[in-house]
Nanobody, 115 residues
Framework: QVQLVESGGGLVQAGGSLRLSCVAS????????MAWYRQPPGKQRDVVAT???????NYADSVKGRFTISRDNARNTVYLQMNNLKPEDTAVYYC?????????WGQGTHVTVSS
């Protein structure tokens, strides 16, 4: 019912910035909460940030103060602005949408931060 397509990943030096985008195939006002998760190499997937329909946000402690999640409901898009990137931010980043009782995942976009 909902497809999520991430973009914006790539290779960046430590201290640099990237902005991830995720476009949903469904109208954004039908999506309660959107989130970004990430999975570092060899590690489990974990939540990075969440944003509600009204724009309330929460962040993992590891990214607080460096990352900003936002959503543009008119464009059915959620963003993750990542500043002051660190090598430990290297991971596959996934866009997630919560619609009613359903959870939808994007295909992931790779972020690599070099030392």
């Amino acid at each position: 019912q909902v497809q999520l397509v991430e973009s914006g990943g790539g290779l960046v030096q430590a201290g640099g910035s990237l902005r991830l985008s995720c476009v949903a195939s469904r109208s954004a006002f039908a999506i309660n909460t959107m989130a970004w998760y990430r999975q570092p190499p060899g590690k489990q997937r974990d939540v990075v940030a969440t944003v509600t329909q009204r724009g309330n946000t929460n962040y993992a402690d590891s990214v607080k103060g460096r990352f900003t999640i936002s959503r543009d409901n008119a464009r059915n898009t959620v963003y993750l602005q990542m500043n002051n990137l660190k090598p430990e931010d290297t991971a596959v980043y996934y866009c997630v949408a919560y619609v009613g009782f359903e959870t939808y995942w994007g295909q992931g976009t790779h972020v690599t931060v070099s030392s």
